[in-house]
């Protein structure tokens, strides 16, 4: 059992009266984001990942930059395989872009993590040259 479908199972009965935008409504479609991304189920990975942003955005005081900025890289490689249209490929080119300028500028420009954030901002660009 991966640690996410492990943190899903512990969290879940618990968020019955949680408000949708509640933290732990967070953590768990964060979770979901990640059994969705390794099951190559595209459309919920877009889902999750979209509802975590959401949620992200009322806690930003909180919330781990990287975090938010690879939910959107997320979102945008699951919405490439979706639905590869010219507009859906411009805007994961926009999001990847952005997120790589917050990894860079939080683990530097040769950082493991910051590289394949850029190698995916060289993918999408390439896929979009490719139309």
């Not at 964060?30 to 992200?56: G, L, M």
């Not at 500028?105 to 493991?112: E, S």
Request: net charge neutral; with cysteine.
């Amino acid at each position: 059992m991966t640690a996410a479908k492990l943190s899903l199972a512990l969290a879940e009965p618990k968020m019955g009266a949680l408000a949708p935008s509640h933290q732990l409504i967070r953590a768990s479609q964060i979770c979901k984001t990640a059994i969705s991304s390794q099951a190559r189920d595209w459309p919920a990975v877009v889902r999750h990942a979209s509802h975590a942003i959401e949620c992200s955005a009322l806690y930003m005081a909180v919330c781990d930059p990287l975090t938010v900025a690879q939910l959107h890289v997320s979102r945008a490689i699951a919405s490439c395989a979706h639905e590869p249209t010219d507009e859906v490929l411009a805007s994961a080119q926009q999001d990847i872009g952005r997120a790589h300028k917050v990894f860079e500028l939080h683990l530097g420009p040769g950082h493991v993590a910051t590289l394949e954030v850029k190698n995916a901002l060289e993918e999408t660009c390439a896929t979009a040259g490719k139309k």
